[in-house]
């Protein structure tokens, strides 16, 4: 049986700037996104109907992970068989490297690995801006995985220009047993700031000259993002993971864009490592990964059987 098998990286949100809120009640945004080496695998196969099963690393929960027509990789499959003239008879397996529901993007993956997947599966061949039209239908995060590497987001963050980026950064991140809903983030986010009036979101030039010259210790002092305080106010126990990685030397810590992640950028492969274990034996999270970036975009990495040319 025909069946291919695409991956596609998690993402942090080096700066995430947040500008008004829109009439559509989407938030006008200028960000920062950077790939990092957390996949999810997504396997599609040929099936007589629409079908989605889930599994995961030892370490990630599945248990929010819709499979039913609410998960954004059916999502994703419907809407490129619509946009194809074809039927979306497919078996998706997603299988979770990246944590779920934690702001970095795990869903808008899988999405956009379901694009790539059923793309050759069916023979498709879409080019990648098309694909990518098709992907910022899906979310607001979805286009990103598709591009990877590090990309300037505007618009409502579907609007890429990829960045002039040298060198890897090592990366801790602190995962929360929980999930944080993005829509409630924003709201927190907007009620915090009330009336003031806000300027046009834009990202500054300190992270883009660090990111040019691949300097970490100037890297860890540009990670800025507005959505920090509102995850903060909903989940006040973030505070102090991020405390924590300040006192063990991390150059940067940083809620990943909605959150409840906390990612920290350490000097190096070690020092990550050190980082790490502190995260780990004082409890404060869940559960603690490491990981590097930028990491590539979704890629086909297996393909079995016939498939439609
Ligand atoms: O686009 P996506 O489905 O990921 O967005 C989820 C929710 O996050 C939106 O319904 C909205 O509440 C909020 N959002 C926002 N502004 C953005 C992106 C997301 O307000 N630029």
Known sequence: MASVTARAPAKINLQLAVGARRADGFHELATVFHAVSLYDDVTASEAKELRVTVGSDRD???GDVPTDGRNLAARAAILLAEHTGLDPDVHLHLHKGIPTAGGMAGGSADAAAALVACDALWGTALPRSELHVLAAQLGSDVPFPLTGGTAVGMGRGEVLTPALARGRFEWVLAIASEGLPTPDVYAECDRLRGRRVLPEPRVTDGLMAALRSGDAHALGGALRNDLQPAACSLR???????????????????????GPTVAFLARGTEHALDIAVALGASGVSESVKRASGPAPAARIVEAAGPRRI
């Open 60 to 62: 990630i929960s599945t």
């Open 236 to 258: 006040p126990e973030l505070r102090q993971a991020l405390d924590l990685g300040e006192e063990h030397g991390a150059l940067g810590g940083i809620v990943s864009g909605s």
